[in-house]
């Protein structure tokens, strides 16, 4: 009697979850939680699980000790795999309102402490921190200004290693840039090679938040134009960079919003 007791009051338990999961819906992010998928028809297959296969092979295994911003967050997939990795503060940052409620569910289920809060990319100065460990992944696509994005993080949060990963369409060829070009050269912008970043006028995939989409060259190009060194790709979209100094450093003043003013120097 009491064992069916207690299948009955999992079953319930089991039940109650599910309802919290699907109050949700839609989730972005295909996470197994105690049982239950959140997206188990996701048009990509097992994501973003199968996508970060490969990444956790190049990321250390054990983060004791680290600290780790995730920019925007999405469901939390990868706030909790770095707790998992031992990271001793996971800080979790996101706009939506939804996603971040999907995110303290997630926690909640598996038991993993992330601070969730609800904060532009272009606001992560008000941190007024810098990270072991920043990811900044499937986030400059959907934004109207990437490459202030870029500066921001790297001025204001980013003490070493940068995670990021961006959809990418075009070509894959990287040209190799010269220092500088004559105003009537002009075949370089032809090259498939040369850094383009494809601006969506209306929706692509169905999502109007798809604002521009790089080709690998410029991926790459903005990053280090922002100062960052990669230091590995993970095919094919992900790069492991570390922070340098901006190569444009000289300027007399550093990333700010416009229009927000300068934000105080980051610890």
């Not at 028809?41 to 995730?70: C, I, M």
């Not at 798809?210 to 922002?226: D, K, Q, V």
Request: charged content about 25%; glycine content about 6%; overall charge negative.
């Amino acid at each position: 009697m009491r064992d069916g007791g207690a299948a009955i009051a999992a079953r319930d338990d089991q039940e109650e979850l599910a309802a919290r999961i699907r109050a949700l819906d839609p989730w972005f992010h295909n996470m197994e939680l105690d049982g239950i998928w959140t997206a188990p028809d996701h048009f990509l297959g097992n994501y973003p699980e199968d996508k970060f296969r490969a990444l956790g092979q190049a990321l250390p295994s054990d983060l004791t000790g680290q600290t780790v911003l995730d920019i925007g967050c999405n469901a939390g997939f990868h706030a909790i795999e770095m707790k998992r990795r031992g990271a001793a503060r996971v800080v979790a940052i996101d706009e939506d309102d939804r996603y971040l409620a999907q995110a303290a569910l997630a926690c909640e289920v598996t038991g993993c402490e992330v601070e969730l809060r609800q904060l532009s990319v272009y606001d992560v100065a008000t941190l007024n921190e810098r990270f072991d460990v920043v990811l900044f992944m499937g986030v400059l696509y959907h934004l109207r200004h990437p490459l202030l994005a870029l500066d921001l993080i790297h001025e204001h949060v980013t003490r070493d290693l940068l995670v990021f990963q961006s959809l990418q369409r075009g070509s894959n060829e990287i040209a190799a840039p010269h220092e500088d070009y004559e105003f009537e050269q002009e075949d370089q912008f032809h090259h498939p090679g040369w850094p383009k970043l494809h601006f969506v006028e209306h929706e692509y995939a169905h999502d109007w938040t798809n604002w521009w989409i790089p080709n690998r060259a410029c991926s790459e190009a903005m990053l280090r134009a922002a100062g960052y060194e990669v230091e590995e790709r993970v095919p094919d979209d992900i790069y492991l960079c570390r922070h340098r100094q901006a190569p444009y450093a000289h300027w007399e003043k550093g990333a700010v919003y416009p229009a927000r003013g300068s934000a105080g120097e980051a610890a």
